[in-house]
């Protein structure tokens, strides 16, 4: 499962955290303030949300005046050596541990570490001038994540999505093969599943992402629900990957399973393959036949599973025919929650768009007369 990465020179984070930088020296030139500190915080304070933002700078800024304070103390007592630059990045991670400013404890470690070598006599001044360039930075980068190119991930949740679903067909295709032809388990396929697993839960950050940005933001109703629709499809992925966990993880055997049944039930899995390429995750009349048909057979198959006194031909309860046959009809039955989610989305589209078409009738015909 390969998908190709469209490669961009720069990105919105990567520019906002250059203007940050800029605006913030720019400001610490004019104020005649030493610039290192606040353009070290602006470059860690800029977040992928302005919620992370604001939540942390709340955070750094005590973090960085303890860092300072301890850098004045130890500077004063050690003077510029090295059992300064030991006991400032000791003090200041342990106390931010202790009151629990873990997002603030490197902004501080870092101020307090640099601001060593800069303290001569003036302790007191040196303390609040660092405070006044932390702060800078933070509110500088805080207002540029907010205002220039707010982040909005909608667009890669999308994109996201849909190839993530297009990765697990592939791989519930690869595994099929596998099983019903008796084949041991690839590598290839048990690390694609890996990668999936790694690349829905990047797409599951992204949502939270997203989340809290709607407190701060303005978005259009249509662009809430489309999200709500497209994490109900994360969810739902999510299930799935679990049902073609089992069959990944199936413990190695030979089926007790006629030739024409294992070409059909290949044929299955083709089908629910194609259904999770499909952008509305349609589903086949044929395709609900041969469902229809795989029900049958797995009633048939679980009659023939061991119970009572009958010894069983493995240790498990479950026999792997069993087992293969439900997880194909709980992934089956999760794409049907996919195709009526995906009519539900189209419906609610076209709710949106009637009112407009209205209102632009009413005014054509007041218009004529």
Request: aromatic share 10%; charged share 20%.
């Amino acid at each position: 499962m390969k998908q190709t990465i469209p490669y961009k020179f720069i990105g919105g984070r990567i520019a906002k955290t250059g203007l940050a930088v800029f605006i913030t020296a720019f400001i610490c030139h004019m104020l005649n303030w030493p610039a290192m500190f606040a353009v070290i915080t602006a470059i860690v304070t800029i977040e992928p949300t302005v919620a992370d933002s604001i939540r942390k700078a709340y955070v750094r800024f005590p973090a960085a005046a303890i860092g300072a304070g301890f850098a004045v103390l130890f500077t004063f007592i050690f003077g510029d050596s090295p059992y300064s630059y030991a006991s400032v990045s000791l003090a200041t991670i342990i106390v931010c541990h202790k009151l629990k400013l873990h997002d603030g404890m490197l902004v501080a470690t870092l101020t307090g570490v640099a601001m060593i070598s800069t303290v001569h006599d003036h302790y007191l001044s040196s303390f609040f001038i660092r405070l006044g360039t932390t702060t800078t930075g933070i509110v500088v980068s805080t207002a540029v994540n907010f205002f220039v190119m707010p982040p909005n991930y909608s667009k890669s949740i999308i994109k996201n999505i849909h190839a993530l679903y297009r990765g697990s067909g592939d791989i519930l295709l690869k595994r099929g093969i596998e099983i019903f032809n008796s084949q041991e388990s690839d590598r290839n396929v048990r690390s694609d599943f890996q990668r999936l697993i790694k690349d829905i839960d990047k797409t599951e950050t992204l949502c939270h992402y997203q989340k809290a940005e709607y407190r701060y933001h303005r978005f259009s109703r249509e662009d809430m629900r489309d999200f709500h629709y497209e994490y109900k499809k994360l969810t739902i992925l999510r299930q799935i990957t679990y049902h073609t966990g089992n069959l990944i993880f199936l413990a190695p055997g030979r089926l007790d399973i006629e030739k024409s049944r294992k070409k059909f039930a290949l044929s299955v899995l083709e089908d629910l393959k194609d259904s999770l390429y499909d952008p509305g995750f349609l589903i086949s009349e044929t395709q609900r036949e041969k469902i229809s048909q795989v029900t049958q057979w797995f009633i048939e198959q679980k009659q023939l599973d061991p119970a009572g006194g009958l010894k069983p031909r493995t240790h498990h309860h479950v026999q792997p025919e069993t087992a293969i046959l439900y997880e194909i009809l709980s992934i089956h039955d999760l794409i049907e929650e996919l195709n009526q989610i995906q009519i539900m989305e189209v419906k609610h589209r076209k709710l949106l768009k009637a009112p407009l078409k209205q209102v632009a009738k009413k005014r054509e015909t007041g218009m004529n007369e």
